[in-house]
């Protein structure tokens, strides 16, 4: 937002420098991100000045160049070749001298240097209207009136604008503070703290009186929740035409073009006081009739920049008795604004939903000055005010009588709000006891009143336009904002706390396995929770009904609430592969939303993520795609850093996956991973393998919160390594030998392990290999080979028994 000093001065009339006022509204909050000096004109004109022309003869080496001298109040005249058809003796005109920098319309400059031109000597240049940006005109030099005396500056001839615009950085809450009146409310109350006490000077509009009842409009509002006040009155007899130059001026120092008066002044209260306003041309309102409603959604509707649009059933319109003229609160429409054939208005000052306008102008993908406002919530008592004064403005610039009573259509008032203040909690959440005298006077200084006042606290009506201060604390906030954050004191003392969280706390054990999966190659990723309901279509699993949607989302892409984490973490694999990264390892922590019948849930996940080869490419390895077996190893790595180590593996069943497993631990499934579906993957445009694994981290933190853990020492004792070279039917698994094994042997037998596997030549048809290593300790004494050989026996005949396998 800008805000130009000059204009911010006409309400105080403060002494302060740019630099001082930028620091105190940065203090206040209203930060100011630059501070840039502006111009009427660029340059300001330094180095012209106004000159008499003594001579002038015609150039003798060029038809169409003249040889003038100019007086310009030195000590001899310059010598000047002028192009001008119009340059003639005894005119005043302004010269730019040696040295003086003069700018073109698009900003680019150019300096007057000493030179000859056709062989003849020239110190200097006569300017024409356009070279001093004082118009558009280049058919001749400027001639000035001949009572202007020599050698006078140019800046103070025309009255060149000097002035400042601060580059305000504003937050959403602060609506309050969109224009030069609401950063001057901010302004007056910072220097009250610094016992400068300065009256806030309003534009009048006591002046303001119906001439004539000749033009009336029937106004209508169909739709009062969306439309809570509309105020408007009718216009006659101006003229549309360029604006003065102090109103163009103003404009153009905050960054606006100015097209024409009457438009212009709608602008020019809209920066100075916040409430938008629309001028109607009152010949094209059909039956001189005003109506605020919805239209059928689909109607046409062409807005100013010659855009067809298709409106929405929910888009409030301002109609006349046939047509819409107009998007309420966000833009007009082509064929109802003002031309310059237009003689008499309608001018419209509303208080309009801001949701409503916020939906409306996001649908049509308009942000425009007017909706920006609205949408934050502009005041609402200060709509038949600003009337007034863009009505004053309008007949002082382009004529015409004021032809209506004000229609003012305000069925139910805008409450101010009602807050209790608490001076303890007051002095709680700002660490610091300010003084209650400077409590009240900084509440008084914002306009908000103290209705009474005890030993506990004090009872506040806060103004409807302050919208962001509805609470205790908002208020607080205001206080300490006024006082200053500096002034805030700050101890040398420094307290702390022990805390006594859990070491099973959620962040920590978060903490834990990121470290753990970063320091094995993966990188953590962070998707947006909003996706687009069109995954659901992927998969059978996730439900169209269990979508939670967004009530005013930023587009479709972004309206619902995601059910898995597996989409978003294709979509950054996507990503990657197309800026040639394709062998990616990705985890992150999120969260799933559902909508079920009786509640709404979410559920906390960690997603893992592998594609492409397991290392990089080196000369000495050999490349090796990322498999099932590589995120499975993975996975049990997170399980038994987190001491899970007992946990049943079942086929997944699951329509995401092409083939994996389920993890689960009695009645709770901790993981489903697997090969991700080619159809899912090509949705993605990805061609290669993703293997994905989907973790319940809920799961996971309820059952880690009962384990315990046990230290013992290290055995002294020596382990004993046997291995089998089982001959084994194809379709039994590691995981049955495993368990056959601990259930032989409980408690001597500490782990096995299956190191080779071989299929094909010189085995039986249907058959495969698996070489399996056993490892056995006693934590008590030395195993002897009795021992050993009838453990080795017990699993020998185990292994016969219960899977028909055979030693080779």
């Known amino acids: 937002m800008k805000i130009s000093y000059n204009w911010l001065k006409q309400f105080l009339k403060t002494e302060w420098t740019p630099e001082q006022t930028s620091e105190l509204l940065t203090d206040l909050g209203l930060e100011v991100e630059g501070l840039e000096p502006y111009q009427s004109i660029k340059g300001g004109l330094e180095g012209v000045v106004v000159g008499e022309v003594l001579t002038c003869i015609k150039h003798p080496n060029a038809d169409k160049l003249k040889i003038t001298t100019v007086d310009i109040g030195e000590e001899s005249p310059l010598q000047i070749v002028c192009g001008a058809p119009n340059v003639a003796a005894g005119q005043k005109v302004p010269v730019a001298t040696i040295g003086t920098t003069l700018y073109t319309d698009e900003g680019e400059s150019w300096t007057i240097k000493k030179g000859k031109i056709r062989g003849e000597a020239s110190h200097g240049m006569i300017c024409a209207e356009d070279e001093l940006g004082l118009g558009n005109s280049h058919e001749g030099i400027l001639v000035l009136d001949n009572k202007v005396k020599i050698g006078t500056l140019a800046a103070d001839l025309f009255d060149i604008e000097n002035d400042y615009v601060f580059e305000i950085g504003l937050t959403p809450n602060r609506a309050d503070a969109m224009s030069h009146l609401g950063t001057a409310r901010d302004l007056k109350a910072g220097l009250v703290q610094k016992d400068i006490n300065l009256e806030l000077i309003t534009p009048s509009v006591s002046a303001f009186q119906v001439e004539n009842r000749t033009l009336k409009m029937d106004v209508n509002v169909v739709n009062k929740d969306l439309a809570p006040r509309y105020c408007g009155l009718t216009i006659t007899g101006l003229k549309v035409k360029e604006s003065p130059s102090w109103l163009q001026n103003r404009l153009k120092a905050i960054g ?93 000052s509303a208080y309009f939903n801001p949701v409503s306008v916020r939906k409306t102008a996001k649908r049509h993908g308009l942000n425009t000055d007017a909706s920006f406002r609205f949408e934050r919530g502009i005041d609402p008592n200060i709509t038949e005010y600003a009337l007034k004064r863009a009505a004053l403005l309008i007949q002082e610039i382009a004529g015409g009588e004021i032809t209506s009573d004000i229609i003012d259509i305000y069925p139910k ?136 949607t967004m009530l005013n989302p930023l587009s479709n892409d972004l309206s619902v609430m995601r059910q898995s984490l597996l989409f978003s973490g294709l979509e950054s694999i996507s990503f990657n592969i197309n800026r040639k990264r394709a062998d990616l390892k990705f985890f992150e922590f999120g969260k799933t939303y559902h909508n079920y019948k009786d509640k709404r849930e979410e559920f906390k996940h960690l997603s893992l993520f592998v594609t492409g080869n397991q290392n990089f490419e080196n000369w000495h390895t050999q490349n090796k795609k990322s498999d099932f077996f590589l995120m499975k190893g993975h996975i049990v790595s997170i399980l038994e850093r987190l001491g899970i180590s007992r946990y049943t593996e079942t086929p997944i069943n699951n329509d995401l996956f092409s083939e994996g497993l389920s993890i689960g631990l009695g009645k709770n499934n901790l993981v489903d991973f697997g090969l991700v579906k080619k159809p899912i993957l090509k949705h993605f445009d990805i061609s290669q393998d993703v293997i994905y694994a989907d973790i319940n981290w809920d799961g996971i933190l309820n059952i880690i919160k009962h384990h315990r853990i046990k230290f013992k020492p290290i055995s002294k004792y020596p382990e004993v390594r046997r291995d089998f070279a089982l001959l084994l039917n194809e379709d039994i698994a590691f995981e049955a030998i495993y368990k056959i094994a601990k259930q032989s042997e409980k408690q001597l037998l500490k782990d096995v392990n299956l190191f080779d596997v071989y299929q094909g030549k010189n085995l039986p048809k249907g058959k495969k290999s698996y070489a399996v290593s056993f490892l056995l300790q006693d934590e008590n004494k030395t195993l002897n080979d009795k021992q050993i050989d009838k453990i080795m026996t017990k699993l020998q005949n185990n292994f016969e028994k219960q899977l028909g396998a055979e030693l080779r």
């Not at 046409?300 to 929405?312: N, Q, S």
């Not at 805030?488 to 070491?503: D, E, F, G, H």
Request: one cysteine or more.
């Open 256 to 348: 606006l073009s100015p097209i024409n008066n009457i438009v212009d002044a709608s602008n020019y209260v809209l920066h100075e006081l916040g409430q938008p306003l629309h001028a109607f041309d009152a010949f094209k309102i059909s039956g001189n009739k005003i109506e605020v409603k919805t239209v059928e959604a689909g109607t046409k509707f062409t807005t100013l920049d010659g855009v067809e649009r298709e409106l929405h059933e929910d888009d409030l319109m301002i109609c006349d008795a046939e047509k819409p003229m107009c998007i309420a609160g966000v833009f007009g429409g082509e064929y109802s604004g003002v031309s310059e054939n237009t003689t008499n208005i309608f001018l419209e």
């Open 413 to 548: 008032k805008i409450k101010d709000f009602e807050v209790r203040l608490s001076f303890e909690n007051a002095k709680k959440l700002i660490g610091e006891e300010i003084p209650r005298e400077v409590i009240k006077r900084i509440l008084s200084s914002l306009d908000i009143k103290v209705n009474n006042v005890t030993e506990a606290g004090l009872g506040l009506t806060v103004p409807a336009y302050r919208n962001d201060v509805q609470r205790e604390a908002d208020v607080i906030e205001e206080i300490l904002r006024v006082y200053g954050y500096n002034n805030v004191k700050t101890t040398k003392k420094l307290n702390a706390s022990i805390s006594t969280t859990s070491r099973f706390e959620d962040y920590k054990i978060q903490n834990v396995v990121g470290n753990q999966l970063a320091s094995q190659g993966f990188y953590e990723i962070l998707s947006n929770s909003l996706t687009t309901p069109n995954y659901i279509g992927l998969s059978e699993q996730l439900k169209d009904e269990h979508n939670i």
